[in-house]
């Protein structure tokens, strides 16, 4: 949010509302605008249409089958006797028996479809190929997928031999599966480099824990469906406004694009996609049916996303599991688990990266944040790593490279955004164009920090190699090794970070409480995931002070980072 002084100087809300930092207008193309939510009935909203560098038309299309015929058929509940819904056009039945049987809107992987898609303007997931967002040229997509395609279909193949190995054989090479092997390390490592990507929908939901939730929740989605059905509120006001603004460039929510030409305008007048209304449906019941988020944006991403590989039911409770389990509070409407998860962030990178610490653990004035100041006013690069975690990187990564994230994602937990945050800026750190930003930041060290800023901001938009993102995040030879980066190290550090937060404002102070023993021993009891070969807590800050006393970090991270940085040096 931007204000404007008396003196006409801009003001910038940092990701912590109670602080203040000066700006100039170089950064109004930063996401730091977007740390705001605007009134609706439970909650604020959070705009991802800056991080996706689309306007959003208001219009869209019928979906249109492969024989021409339009379906208007919307699949919504699994029980019951179907639902009614009207427009101003027709009257649309919810068949409760069509459920799970939609057709995928996800082009399988096998060689017929290779030429096929190389050919085409839009990728597998019906994405237009050339980004002005990612700076991606149609040209460009082609030729890394034409190699990534072939690595595509040989991962399949071990899929199916994995599916067999556990007695799951596949009837032939079409066959969507339901159920997947059980979770091992051999299952584990299969996950990271790629789930095929017709299967995504049904892998992610069988993980994630999805039948569980939806068997103790049947009819649940399908009620709030009746419920929400003629509700008003600011609430669905925000949807309304956003539902035509989610994946403008995808032909499933903008089926006018298919045909589309740069001078040709958008037709008004056009009936929604299906996609879109499966979407309004999917957000109208989550913001009735977790009313301490109620809507934010960025939640229409992340449903979006989840509707072009599941059918809508699956999707919303996925969307649940995502908001109560993995990154709990992060849409919230005080934003409490974004402050925490950055703070949580910030740590970890001070800790694994103190080189790139060294540049980015500053104030716009270029003055070094003090230990004590950390937690009580974050560093201004949150300003743009806050979005990595509010959208789970749609939009900021391209579309395959996201995919693989939240492959893992579904299976391992919220560690993986932690370890690909991390990964991203060590990349973004060796990049040599970072290194040249850095030394060639001119007009002082405000300038040099939004110069810097813009740079992480961008440079995650072209990681189009999927592959080299994962291989950098869990390698230990000729990779990062944050894959040791475990959920309990992550778990401890956020109960640190959000008590030590609570301190902090509740005490309206910018110096840190003092912890108690009982947080301390809570914090530590259960001790850490590695052996170290002694209990004694690791001062990873060079400090004393009892604001990070509590906080145990992985010490074969710590010890590869700094053996790396003490090799460049040389």
Not at 466 to 476: G, H, Q, T, V, Y
């Amino acid at each position: 949010m931007v204000s404007t002084g008396e003196s006409g100087t801009d003001y910038v809300s940092t990701l912590d509302p109670s602080s203040q930092i000066q700006g100039t207008n170089a950064l109004l193309s930063t996401p730091r605008a977007n740390h705001q939510r605007s009134d609706s009935s439970y909650s604020n909203n959070y705009s991802l249409l800056d991080f996706y560098g689309m306007d959003s038309p208001h219009i869209g299309s019928p979906e249109v089958k492969e024989n021409g015929i339009i379906d208007e058929t919307i699949v919504v509940s699994r029980n019951g006797d179907g639902i009614t819904e009207s427009t101003n056009d027709d009257t649309i039945e919810i068949q409760a028996d069509d459920i799970g049987y939609r057709e995928s809107y996800v082009k399988p992987t096998k060689t017929s479809n290779i030429e096929e898609l190389l050919h085409s303007q839009f990728n597998r997931y019906g994405f237009k190929k050339e980004s002005t967002h990612h700076n991606i040229t149609k040209e460009a997509y082609d030729e890394w997928f034409r190699d990534y395609s072939q690595y595509s279909i040989k991962r399949k193949k071990k899929w199916h031999v994995l599916m067999k190995s556990n007695g799951l054989e596949l009837e032939s090479d079409d066959t969507i599966p339901t159920r997947f092997p059980p979770k091992s390390d051999k299952v584990k490592k299969m996950v990271r480099k790629g789930i095929p990507a017709e299967w995504r929908g049904n892998a992610w939901f069988f993980y994630a824990g999805g039948h569980e939730k939806l068997n103790k929740h049947i009819g649940v989605y399908e009620q709030i469906v009746r419920d929400t059905k003629d509700i008003h509120n600011k609430d669905i006001e925000v949807i309304e406004r956003d539902l035509n603004r989610t994946f403008p460039d995808n032909i499933y929510f903008n089926d006018v694009i298919r045909n589309r030409t740069s001078s040709t305008s958008f037709n008004n007048n056009t009936s929604e996609t299906y996609m879109i209304k499966s979407l309004r449906r999917v957000l109208v019941a989550f913001a009735h049916y977790q009313p301490q988020i109620g809507y934010c944006q960025s939640l229409n991403f992340l449903a979006g996303l989840l509707l072009l590989f599941m059918e809508e039911e699956r999707a919303f409770w996925l969307l649940v599991i995502l908001t109560e389990r993995i990154i709990p509070k992060v849409h919230s409407a005080n934003l409490e688990g974004v402050h925490t998860d950055q703070g949580v962030l910030m740590l970890c990178i001070k800790e694994y990266i103190p080189q790139l610490w060294s540049i980015l653990g500053k104030n716009f004035e270029g003055e070094t944040l003090s230990e004590d100041k950390i937690l009580a006013r974050l560093p201004p690069v949150t300003l743009v790593t806050s979005s990595w975690f509010m959208s789970v990187f749609v939009g900021i990564l391209p579309i395959e490279s996201t995919l693989r994230v939240w492959d893992i994602l579904w299976y391992e937990g919220s560690k993986t955004i932690f370890r690909m945050s991390l990964t991203i800026c060590k990349m973004c750190l060796d990049n040599p164009h970072f290194q040249h930003t850095k030394l060639e930041g001119g007009g002082g060290a405000e300038m040099e920090q939004i110069e810097l800023f813009q740079f992480m901001q961008n440079f995650p938009k072209t990681i189009l190699d999927s592959n080299a993102l994962i291989d950098n995040c869990f390698k230990k030879i000729g990779g990062y090794g944050f894959g040791s980066l475990s959920q309990d190290e992550i778990n401890k550090c956020r109960e640190f970070v959000s008590k030590q937060r609570a301190k902090l404002n509740s005490k309206k102070s910018s110096v840190a409480a003092e912890m108690s023993e009982e947080e301390r021993k809570a914090l530590i009891s259960t001790g850490t995931p590695f052996d170290y070969g002694d209990n004694d807590i690791h001062d990873v800050y060079g400090f004393n002070r009892s604001i990070m006393s509590g906080v145990t970090w992985n010490k074969n991270i710590s010890n590869k980072m700094k053996k790396k940085f003490s090799r460049k040096s040389k």
